[in-house]
T-cell receptor, first 111, second 108 residues
Framework: EAQVTQNPRYLITVTGKKLTVTCSQN?????MSWYRQDPGLGLRQIYY???????DKGDVPEGYKVSRKEKRNFPLILESPSPNQTSLYFC??????????FGPGTRLLVL | GENVEQHPSTLSVQEGDSAVIKCTYS??????FPWYKQELGKGPQLIID?????GEKKDQRIAVTLNKTAKHFSLHITETQPEDSAVYFC???????FGAGTTVTVRA
């Protein structure tokens, strides 16, 4: 089954404790991206990657890091999480930068 | 960058009535216009899309119309059903920008 998976689905952490949210897709898509979703603000792009070892900032990259060492994986790293990073996070992949396939989401709470 | 506006932000309709959501964009280079549906607890999923060389596309009860001159495209849902209750997003320019979303509630 073609899909995008994210782990964990739910995470509660404390300020400053490094965390990684994993994302994996099995569709051999070149393009992958991370979004955060906040009430009233819709989906805002954090980082994207057009291929292995190629990443770039989206609209709200501050406080986040990503890596793309393999085509299928695109982890999101929060080196020192802060409460304003409490949000719902989505990973997505795309073959042609048009139609996107989203993961199920990761709900993060930073205390 | 792309300026995307989606209206209305919330929409409540009686079951069986129609719903229309409009998306306005600023980038005249946009040539791909998708609509996504996000059900509670899930990620957005593509429901219909249209390209700039087509003015309208229909898939059962949903349709998308495009007015490239005026830079807007709309999602039309006819004969609404409870399962149409969700948040809908437009995304002109594909991956690069999303509207803020429209929460649709279908009243039984």
């Amino acid at each position: 089954e073609a899909q995008v998976t994210q782990n964990p689905r739910y995470l509660i952490t404390v300020t400053g404790k490094k965390l990684t949210v994993t994302c994996s897709q099995n569709m051999n898509h070149e393009y992958m991206s991370w979004y955060r979703q906040d009430p009233g603000l819709g989906l805002r792009q954090i980082y994207y990657s057009m291929n292995v070892e190629v990443t770039d900032k989206g609209d709200v990259p501050e406080g986040y890091k990503v890596s793309r060492k393999e085509k299928r994986n695109f982890p999101l790293i929060l080196e020192s999480p802060s409460p304003n990073q409490t949000s719902l996070y989505f990973c997505a992949s795309s073959r042609n930068q048009e139609t996107q396939y989203f993961g199920p989401g990761t709900r993060l709470l930073v205390l | 960058g792309e300026n995307v506006e989606q209206h209305p932000s919330t929409l409540s309709v009686q079951e069986g009535d129609s719903a229309v959501i409009k998306c306005t964009y600023s980038d005249s280079a946009s040539n791909y216009f998708p609509w996504y549906k996000q059900e509670l607890g899930k990620g957005p999923q593509l429901i219909i899309d249209i390209r700039s060389n087509v003015g309208e596309k229909k898939d059962q009860r949903i349709a998308v119309t495009l007015n490239k001159t005026a830079k807007h495209f709309s999602l039309h849902i006819t004969e609404t059903q409870p399962e149409d209750s969700a948040v809908y997003f437009c995304a002109p320019r594909g991956v690069l920008s999303f509207g803020a979303g429209t929460t649709v509630t279908v009243r039984a």
